[in-house]
C-alpha cells in the first residue's frame, strides 16, 4: 500500500518554523453554518492529531469559526504544543464578527483586532500567533489603522507573521506599507481562477498563497470530462485531482482542505501521491 504523508509534497518556512505544503483548515469542525460547538468534540481532536501524525502541521483556524470552537478543539489537541506537536503551526485570523449561523460581518477597528489577537492566544493556549491574516479588510476603517494595529502587535511578539485574506493586488501593496504582507489567503481551486492575477504576484513576490475552498470541483468533474478521466487514470477522487492540480500549480500555493472526517483527511492528504503530467496540468488549465 503506497504510504500517505503530506511531506511528500515538500514544505515551506516562515521564520524559524517549516511545515507541509499541504496544510488543514480548521472551519468544518464547529456547528452548522461554522456556529456552535462541534457535533463530535471527540472526533474532532482525533482528526486534528491524525493530521499531524500525516504529515500535516499548518492549521488554518480562526477566532470566528465557532466562535472559538475551532481554537478550543487545537488546544485541546496539541497543547501545550510538545513532543510531536511541537512542531505544529497554526495561522489563525482576525477581523470578522459572528451574529448567527454563516453570518460574517468585517470590524476592523484596531481596539477590536487587538481583543481578537489577545483571545486567538488564549483559546490556542499560545505565546505567540505564528501567521495572523486579517480575515478581510474592514472598508469602514483605514489600512493604515487595521494593519498598522497587527504591525505594533507583532512588535510586541504577540504575531510572528502577518497575512491578509481575500484582497486584491492593490490591497495587498497598501498594507505593506504598514507591516510585512508574508500570506495571502483568497478563494481559489480548478472551478474558480478569478485571482489567478493575485496569485502570479504572490508567486513573483514569494509571498505564501493559501487557495481556500480547494476542493472544489462541481460541473467539472461531470462523467467524460477532463477532470473525471485524469481521476480515472491515477484512480483518484477528482478533488485529490484539483489537490495535485493546486499542488503543481505553483510552489508557494499551501491548500488547506477542511474536513471533520478521518476517512476524508486520508483521502485528502492522500492527494500528495498523485503526480500529474504537465500534460495533464494543461489539459486542467485549459478547463473552462
Ligand atoms: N479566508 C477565508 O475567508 C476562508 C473562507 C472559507 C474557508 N477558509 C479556510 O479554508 C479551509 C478550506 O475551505 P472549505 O472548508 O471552504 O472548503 P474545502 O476544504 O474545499 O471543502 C470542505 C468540504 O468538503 C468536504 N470534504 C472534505 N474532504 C472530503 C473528501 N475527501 N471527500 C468528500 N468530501 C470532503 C467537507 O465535508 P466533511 O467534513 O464531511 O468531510 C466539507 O463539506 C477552511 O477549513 C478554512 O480554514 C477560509
Known sequence: ?????????GTLTLGEKTFSRLGYGAMQLPGKGVWG??????????VLQR???LGVNFIDTADAYGPFTSNLLI????????????NVFISTKVGFTRQGPDKW?????????RQEVEMNLRTLGVDSIDLLFLHRIDPKVSVADQIGELAKMQQEGKIKHIGLSQVSINQIQEASKYAKIEAVQNLYNVTNRKDENVLDYCETHQIIFVPWFPLATGALAKPGSVLDGLAKKYQASPSQIALAWLLKRSPVILPIPGTSNLDHLEQNVAATNVKLTDEDVKGINDLK
Do not use: Q
Not at 37 to 46: F, G, I, Q, W
Not at 75 to 82: E, G, L, S
Not at 105 to 113: A, F, S
Open 37 to 46: 460547538p462541534s457535533e463530535n468534540p471527540k472526533n474532532a481532536v482525533m
Open 75 to 86: 488546544r485541546d489537541a496539541f497543547a501545550p504544543y510538545k513532543g510531536e506537536y511541537k
Open 105 to 113: 460581518i468585517p470590524v476592523g477597528r484596531p481596539e477590536y483586532l
Open 51 to 53: 493530521a499531524v501524525e
Open 1 to 9: 500500500m503506497t504510504e500517505v504523508n503530506a511531506n511528500k509534497v
